[in-house]
């Protein structure tokens, strides 16, 4: 008899086994995530409208603000998903779109164009 198994979930670990911390970690994610996006937004916007911070050391700042910005809206969204809902699947499809905006995120801001 062979093996045909397949994947088609992978399992989670939770954070908290109890309603009151899933909901205290829902809403830690999303403070933190609110304030890193306002920052990060701040960051991109500053630099974009001021001619003065047009230097390399802005420009990389820039490209951290944008990498940073990717990274957050990729993995974060879920974590609070799976804390709010009481989830701990993520199906196949999910995690390989995750993992592939997570890295393209990441090395967007490493290819020259």
């Known amino acids: 008899m ?18 009151q911390l899933q909901l205290l ?3 830690l994610f999303l403070g ?16 974009a409208c ?6 390399p050391m802005f420009f990389f700042l820039l490209n951290l603000a944008v990498t940073d910005l990717g990274s957050i809206c990729t993995t974060v969204p879920k974590a609070m998903h799976n804390s709010l809902w009481d989830t701990r699947t993520i ?4 995690c390989a779109a995750q ?3 997570c890295l393209s995120s990441f090395l967007d801001q490493r290819l020259p164009s």
């Open 32 to 47: 933190i995530s609110l304030a890193a996006l306002l920052g990060n937004g701040l960051i991109i916007s500053a630099v």
């Open 50 to 55: 001021s001619h003065l911070l047009h230097t």
């Open 2 to 19: 062979s093996n045909s198994s397949s994947i088609s979930h992978f399992l989670l670990l939770a954070l908290a086994d109890t309603r």
């Open 25 to 27: 970690h829902f809403c």
């Open 91 to 94: 199906s196949y499809k999910g």
């Open 99 to 101: 993992v592939f905006f």
